[in-house]
């Protein structure tokens, strides 16, 4: 673990490479998995606010899931958590007609009809945070298999997840951060400990 700012940072984050392949994936992420991606308290309302945007662009069987519970439920350990459709699709997620599945949230941000994105759990994968104590936030590598496609190409590119992941990791923690952090891979190379 690496300390930069108010985070520890696992090494991984540096060693590991990543690259989304949505040609091999098809984007399952977004539907595959045992409950929906983590969301925080303050994304709720901008969360509620996107979706009367989208809403039509939903499916029936999203917007009946929404009625029923709201965008988010807690989860098991009681972490709020993204609804999900039939216990495994996102509620924003959409398939177009090559299968790919796609998130109706961060297509209408691309678009400059909404301001929220989608939940920054999402948009840092295969980053995950966690609250440790002191106020400290722990950064690490979420490895999942239907990723292999991923690293596999992150490997063939030899890009690091934190670069992959450069605008969420800016978006989440500014662009101080991350230069720190890039700075600290050079480093970390240089002393062979990645």
């Known amino acids: 673990m690496l300390e930069i700012q108010n985070t520890l940072v696992s090494l991984d984050v ?3 490479c990543f690259c989304c392949n949505l040609n091999v994936c098809k984007g399952c992420c977004c539907v595959e998995g045992d409950a929906g991606a983590p969301v925080d308290i303050d994304e709720v309302p901008l969360l509620e606010e996107a979706t009367e945007t989208v809403w039509s662009e939903l499916t029936e069987e999203a917007r009946e899931v929404i009625d029923k519970q709201g965008v988010v439920y807690p989860d098991p350990s009681g972490e709020l958590v993204a609804s999900i459709v039939d216990g495994k699709d996102c509620v924003y997620a959409q398939h177009d ?5 796609y998130c109706v949230l961060d297509k209408a941000f ?7 994105q989608k939940p920054i759990s999402c948009h840092l994968y295969p980053i995950r945070l966690k609250n440790l104590s002191g106020g400290m936030i722990g950064v690490n590598y979420d490895k999942w ?3 292999k496609c991923a690293v596999d190409l992150g490997d063939k590119l030899s890009l690091p997840v934190y670069k992959f992941l450069k605008e969420p990791l800016i ?3 500014g662009e101080e951060w991350w ?4 700075t600290a891979a050079v480093e970390l190379k240089k002393a062979g400990m990645i």
């Open 145 to 147: 298999d239907i990723c």
């Open 171 to 173: 978006r989440r923690f």
């Open 97 to 101: 007609s090559n299968g790919l599945c």
């Open 110 to 116: 691309r678009e400059g009809r909404i301001s929220f």
């Open 14 to 16: 540096f060693a590991k």
């Open 179 to 182: 230069n720190e952090c890039d």
